[in-house]
């Protein structure tokens, strides 16, 4: 588990769950396991913990535990699911966002330009678009769009500019394809950063990573019982801005709803008003853990 993923705050949010050893809870993103396998030492002999991921790799980890139900498949489907496996409501939810060090430090999985690998970066592999669909068949605008809203790439114009310019003369393959054919673009001050942000707007377009976690917020929030706890671990400002909108608003946008009497109605109740942040100890031994943000909040 250690090696396949390093679980962030792991304590805090699962603690934060307040596991009732009879309860039904959900982890939306299974990974390395490693949240799971605390929210079942916490549970008794009838609780069940619904896991969800969308890697066949990261399931395959599982912990042989009857009390453990699977799920093959995006977490936007939460709520499907719950319903399917015959359960009202769930006490508790938690998701750990982003990539698994697994998926990262894979190379032929294509989600780190450390490697010289295809360009993949399919969380599911069984998906029919890759990032080398994406690089070779979208349009300037396209290419353009995502690079600004996923990556918030200052020079977004520019980077996919120079991609269509590349791929007229022969389609871009790999990692290595797509880090020549944008060298020229690059800050040497800040060309790891820039790579960063760009392979972050490619893996969000590939795996509709935006789209997933407004369907998730929304379907956690149909599944969750009164008085239930979600728990939820960020790692860039895009998606912490829609899991912070939805835990003040109930929505996407974080537009708050009034009553007749002019008071904001939110199904949610904060736990943590600021995100709670990992320490300098868990960064030090766990670099990927530097940009978490932890929220949780209570359903009204």
């Avoid at 093959?72 to 750990?96: K, P, Q």
């Avoid at 797509?178 to 020229?184: S, V």
């Avoid at 766990?286 to 978490?292: G, I, L």
């Amino acid at each position: 588990m250690s090696t396949y993923h390093i679980p962030v705050l792991l304590e805090e949010s699962v603690s934060a769950l307040a596991i009732n050893k009879d309860g039904v809870y959900v982890d939306a993103t299974f990974g390395g396991g490693g949240h799971s396998r605390a929210i079942l030492d916490r549970l008794g002999k009838k609780g069940t913990l619904i896991a969800f991921d969308k890697d066949a790799e990261a399931l395959a980890n599982a912990p042989k535990d009857k009390r453990l139900i699977l799920v093959h498949n995006d977490f936007r489907f939460v709520h499907n699911y719950i319903r399917y496996y015959g359960f009202e409501t769930v006490d508790g939810i938690l998701a750990d966002l982003g990539v698994s060090s697994h998926q990262f430090d894979t190379g032929e999985r294509g989600f780190s330009f450390r490697f010289d690998a295809p360009l993949d970066m399919r969380m599911n592999t069984l998906a029919q678009k890759s990032a080398k669909i994406v690089v070779n068949s979208y349009s300037f605008e396209e290419l353009e769009t995502i690079f600004r809203l996923y990556g918030e790439v200052e020079i977004s114009r520019k980077i996919a500019d120079m991609i269509c310019k590349e791929r007229e003369k022969s389609p871009i393959q790999s990692t290595d394809d797509l880090g020549r054919a944008i060298a020229d673009a690059l800050p040497k001050f800040a060309e790891h950063k820039y790579l960063a942000k760009i392979y972050q707007a490619l893996r969000i377009e590939v795996n509709g990573e935006m789209n997933s976690l407004e369907k998730f917020m929304a379907g956690a929030t149909k599944s969750l019982v009164s008085g239930g706890i979600i728990s939820v671990i960020t790692y860039h400002s895009l998606e912490d801005r829609i899991v912070k909108n939805f835990l003040k608003s109930g929505n996407a946008s974080g537009e708050v709803k009034r009553d007749l009497m002019g008071r904001g109605i939110s199904p949610y109740l904060p736990v943590n008003k600021k995100p709670i942040l990992p320490g300098e100890e868990e960064i030090s031994g766990n670099t990927r853990a530097r940009s978490a943000k932890l929220r949780i909040a209570q359903k009204r």
